[in-house]
């Protein structure tokens, strides 16, 4: 791996600890303007930018969703399979509190706080994908076996 010309975010040590294989690419961040633009910097499909998103239920309990870059995530489908009443983005402080990431910068890695993690099921049949690495315009290039072996995220249909 190249030499590195920043401090390693935590998400990289926890998948440095893990034995993942990646390889990470930066990317010239733009302040909202999310999975397309990094798509577009990395030339590649916007539906492989896997971004990460901090939600709660009612009760207030976080969570972390992984969806493919460019498509949402129907929050009542969502409620259902977590048979719960309501599922919402959490504020970005909020997000920040749970995991030690900034938004635009959120990985499902490192994560400040052990947090459950559901991923869009079609993800897990991609052959690479790219995921945040814990900092505004850096994305782990890595497969989808890594992250289903690190994070055992409980696969859902919630996309639309």
């Keep these: 791996m190249e030499k590195e010309r920043f401090s390693a975010t935590q998400a990289i040590r926890a998948l440095r600890e893990h034995g993942a294989d990646f390889t990470l690419q930066h990317y010239k961040f733009e302040e909202k303007g999310g999975?397309?633009?990094?798509?577009?910097?990395?030339g590649v499909d916007e539906s492989l930018v896997v971004k990460t998103l901090v939600m709660e239920d009612e009760a207030g309990s976080p969570f972390l969703v992984l969806m493919h870059g460019g498509r949402q995530v129907t929050t009542k489908a969502l409620a259902r399979v977590l048979g719960v009443k309501s599922v919402r983005p959490c504020e970005p402080h909020v997000a920040h509190k749970h995991t030690g990431y900034f938004v635009g910068g959120i990985s499902p890695f490192g994560t400040r706080k052990p947090l459950r993690v559901f991923v869009e099921q079609s993800i897990l049949g991609l052959s690479k994908i790219y995921i945040n690495a814990g900092k505004k315009g850096l994305l782990a290039e890595m497969s989808p076996g890594d992250l289903k072996k690190i994070l055992n995220p409980t696969p859902v249909n919630v996309a639309i």
């Excluded at 999975?35 to 990395?42: G, H, I, Q």
């Design 35 to 42: 999975t397309e633009v990094a798509a577009r910097e990395l």
